[in-house]
């Protein structure tokens, strides 16, 4: 009888030596049956990067340029028509590709690299929360997706993964009306991202993870080499076995419970093969203490406590953006990005050591925790905290 299982494979890869990542992407394809199981010649193909923001190749905020490299080469060699896709947080996907040097890789193949721009309404996939979702157009009419997404943490969904990068496959500013939907409810969020997967259907993901990010992720967090990269025809089940290898509690992950609720994709390990190198290859690679990843505080950890105590202990529970003005150069991205529009310049009394005579203050009640403008800020200057009794929640043995 044959294996049903959804496929997820790993490859190590220590670094971003060309060579290197060639032979990791090759190998993580191959242990799936190639690039042929999934591309076939005159093929309209999208390779959907992560292109959050503007940021050097040193960042390693964006997918990197020599993953985008292996792939191309992969899928050129198949015989498809190829194009980079993006609608990034700041920016455009030229201007960002660009500073992340994948612009430079598709100039030499020839590729061309666009910003997504005009949204279509499609038909969601069934069992899917939101029955009509407006997405980008040339999402909805390429032949064949392939996601690239660059593993990271993130504020609101803990970890930005296979299913989080597609939310990039929604158009610019209409990105923000979803967070203002969701509100402060974590699986609503979650459902929306599975629910664009569903719809999507990518043929093929294949993650980096050679160097991603924890802490303060997805743009200003700690850099840290987890040494592999990772690929799979299912999303969901690629982000149980990266969730795995990390060392993530999945109860913090909410794509997942989302997926298990909209009964999409793969959320059992059990049930998942994993090919190629094993969990505890790919767990042993990158750190030798091998310590699980450092996740940002879960701002949705008030919700397990009942509606009056919530009210009650709100300010000292819930975790907040809080912005460092002495690292904020006034630049207004967080103001622009909010979605409820609780951000916005104060006047101060006298200018601080830097020349400054404002600074950027948020409005506590209407926040939703979306932590749209710690995701965006240029300088890394908006960081998570918890609230202090969250921390001693965190930290009283009862709790364990």
Known sequence: MANDKPKVS????????????????????????????????????????????????????????????????????????????????????????????????????????????????????????????????????????????????????????????????????????????????????????????????????????????????????????FGWVSASADVVAMDRVITDVLGAPPSRVYVLEAARQANAGETELDCIEVVGETIEAAKAVGQTDRRPVELPPDPFERSRMGELMRRLVKSSLTPEPVIDHNICTRCGTCIDICPPQVIKFEQMRKKDKAGYDRKAVIDRLGCIHCFCCQEVCPEGAITIKSGRLAGLLARSPAQA
């Open 10 to 225: 790993l490859a190590l890869c220590g670094d971003y030596n060309r060579h290197a990542v060639e032979k990791a992407v090759r190998a993580s394809v191959e242990a799936l049956g190639g690039i042929e199981k999934f591309v076939r010649k005159g093929q309209r193909v999208l390779l959907k990067p992560n292109l959050l923001a503007p940021k050097d190749v040193s960042s390693m905020v964006t997918t990197h340029p020599e993953i985008m490299r292996a792939v191309l080469s992969l899928v050129l060699d198949a015989g498809a028509d190829v194009v980079i896709g993006d609608s990034p947080a700041i920016g455009s996907a030229v201007s960002v590709s660009r500073k992340a040097g994948i612009l430079e890789v598709a100039e030499h193949f020839g590729v061309k690299v666009m910003n997504f721009t005009e949204a279509c309404r499609a038909k969601s996939a069934e069992n899917c929360t939101y029955k009509m979702l407006d997405l980008a157009r040339e999402a909805l009419e390429a032949e064949v997706i392939i996601n690239l997404p660059k593993i990271k943490t993130h504020g609101a969904m803990s970890l930005t993964m296979a299913v989080k990068n597609l939310f990039g496959c929604v158009v610019g500013r209409a990105k923000t009306q979803w967070h203002l939907k969701a509100g402060r409810d974590a699986i609503a969020f979650a459902r929306m991202l599975v629910d664009i997967c569903s719809t999507l259907k990518p043929a093929l993901t294949i993650a980096d993870a050679v160097v991603g990010m924890e802490g303060n992720g997805p743009s200003s967090g700690t850099l840290r080499r």
